[in-house]
């Protein structure tokens, strides 16, 4: 099959810091074992999530052209996405939640193209290809789900993370990929579920990055909707686990309505969830999204915004009351009455306008970090940027004039006026000086000899928000995994098996009816005498073809694992149980 995505406009509009997350989905790699885990939890999740499932489901995975039989193909699932506004790319694993939710907001959904193990194909730590595309890609059919999806990407991508949250970050994705690797010990994974549980009772105040993840756990990925009695699943991690899916319909599941408090619900990855919470529909979600999205820094500005951008260690972004955007990594702000007046970066910074940024302001230019006061001039009601030229002459704000320039809170610039920027309506958003001095109080802020003084001019902060304003100012592909997803060799015997599931899916799928099925069975009861899903595959051919000595044959080996393998007894009868009811549903969505 083709490994390459086809390229379609929405796939075009990705910036390059989110293309490098991409990496080939490589189909060929997916063994025939790997495409019966595909297809019996497809299967088993139909079957009973046809009950319990929001309407939105069965029907997306018709329109978004996910097959029950055989794995998807990204080659394939970008083409019909396409039709409903969408793209899909693979990726390796967890991905920073930062980009995560920003492929989201360029409508582009990101599914990790590794597959679970059969030992765990009832629930895995990991994020695979049957969670994101069985789960995730067929609820986007629904254009309301799809549209608060688009929206959640493009607000969570704003929301300012701690130092910690990259750590606690880094130490799941490692989690998830030891717990999913079949070679990991018990120590290791012990150790890392260590560390990661060490972070989580060590995160101090929530971010808003770790507060917006709760809201896409508790709805995107775990959400249920409709009454509390009677709620439907819509959360891709309940749609694509075949144990959680069931158990979390159980009275044993507290359901709770779905407010902004669920932001403050912490989440274990490696746990079923104790409660869920159900949204009367999906409007609902983005009510409960906005409101959230008030409380941020991107909307109030502030000396709060800009305390988690210096707290965040990261690249942020303030916006001023006139619209000049300041990126770069904040160090410092001076304050006054709970009022922030001097902000303060380190390092390459960028200066913008409406997301575009100013000639000769880039990180060239402001390679050593840029300050700039905040607020109004002292003694004066009306701010620089509501001056007119009468005014802005009135007390020298003039090109060619040396001017001292008192703010409330008593940061000073004195300095001969070069030249200023204006935005769109007019107001002075820069003014660059030489010769200039910046004071606050007794301490230097800005010395002559540093060179031109460019003054950002604002009265107030009215957003702050993580990265920067212009997505060109930086360089951005600078992402460097501390884990890799874990492949390991595959032994002989794992491949002999392998070669068995093959020739059962050859079979079935009519391109060699050569193979006995009695021969394959026998070999596998003497050489493979754990291995349960083929013989349920098996199984399948013979009772659909009426064969009933070999259907006995089966059924006896499979009470015999049952008895060794007690644990995946209800795995066994669940397969049993699908097949015989399963003709209808085969037919219609094959």
Not at 371 to 385: H, R
């Amino acid at each position: 099959m083709n490994n390459s995505i086809e390229s379609n406009a929405i796939l075009n509009r990705l910036p390059k810091h989110l293309k490098q997350f991409i990496k080939p989905q490589n189909y060929e790699d997916y063994s025939a074992i790997d495409q019966a885990v595909w297809r019996y939890v497809m299967r088993k999740n139909v079957d009973f999530l046809k009950t319990v499932a929001h309407k939105s489901y069965l029907e997306g995975l018709k329109q978004t052209g996910i097959s029950i039989n055989s794995i998807p193909n990204m080659y394939g699932m970008n083409r019909i996405l396409k039709d409903i506004g969408w793209a899909a790319v693979a990726v390796d694993g967890f991905i920073p939640p930062n980009a995560f939710m920003e492929f989201q907001a360029y409508n582009v959904l990101v599914i990790a193209s590794d597959i679970r193990q059969l030992e765990h194909i009832e629930y895995t730590p990991a994020p695979d290809i049957i969670h994101e595309g069985a789960g995730h890609a067929p609820i986007i059919a629904n254009p309301e789900y799809a549209e608060y999806l688009r929206r959640f990407g493009e607000i969570g991508c704003k929301a300012i993370s701690s130092a910690k949250d990259y750590e606690l970050y880094e130490a799941v994705r490692h989690l998830s990929i030891i717990k999913e690797a079949p070679n990991s010990n018990e120590h290791d994974i012990a150790s890392a579920e260590k560390k990661v549980e060490d972070l989580q009772q060590n995160m101090g105040e929530p971010s808003e990055m770790a507060l917006i993840r709760n809201l896409h756990w508790w709805t995107v990925e775990y959400g249920l909707i409709g009454s509390l009695e009677n709620p439907k699943i819509y959360g891709a991690g309940l749609l694509s686990s075949i144990g959680e899916s069931a158990w979390c319909m159980t009275d044993e599941v507290k359901k709770l309505p779905y407010n902004i408090s669920a932001a403050y619900k912490d989440f274990d990855i490696t746990k079923p969830q104790p409660q869920l919470f159900v949204t009367p529909d999906f409007a609902h979600l983005s009510l409960v999204l906005e409101e959230f999205a008030n409380t941020m820094a991107l909307r109030k500005g502030g000396l709060s915004g800009i305390n988690k951008l210096i707290n965040s260690k990261a690249l942020g972004t303030i916006e001023l009351s006139t619209g000049i955007q300041i990126s770069g990594a904040f160090t410092n702000v001076i304050e006054n009455e709970g009022k922030p007046i001097y902000i303060q970066t380190t390092g390459k910074t960028a200066l913008s306008y409406r997301e575009k940024e100013l000639v000769g302001h880039g990180v060239k230019n402001h390679a050593n970090g840029f300050g700039s006061p905040i607020g109004k001039l002292k003694g004066i009601n009306i701010a620089i940027e509501d001056m007119s030229p009468r005014d802005l002459s009135a007390y020298h704000i003039y090109e060619e004039k040396n001017v001292t320039l008192e703010f409330e809170g008593g940061i000073k610039v004195s300095g001969e006026i070069i030249t200023g920027k204006r935005n769109l309506q007019g107001k002075i958003i820069l003014i660059s000086f030489k010769n200039c001095t910046v004071t606050h109080l007794e301490t230097k802020l800005f010395k002559p000899e540093w060179g031109i003084y460019d003054m950002a001019v604002g009265k107030d902060i009215v957003s702050a928000f993580s990265g920067p304003a212009d997505l060109n100012s930086f360089d951005l592909i600078t992402h460097k995994t501390s884990s890799q997803t874990i492949h390991v060799k595959k032994s002989e015997k794992r491949l002999e098996l392998e070669r068995f599931y093959q020739q059962v899916r050859d079979y079935r799928e009519g391109t060699n009816r050569t193979i006995s099925r009695t021969k394959v069975l026998e070999q596998l009861i003497e050489k493979h005498p754990n291995d349960w899903l083929l013989p349920i595959e098996l199984y399948e051919l013979a009772f659909k073809g009426n064969e009933k000595k070999l259907c006995e044959s089966i059924l006896q080996h499979l009470e015999t694992i049952k008895q060794n393998r007690p644990e995946i007894g209800k795995l066994i009868d669940d397969g049993l149980d699908i097949v015989k009811n399963y003709q209808h549903y085969s037919k219609t969505n094959s």
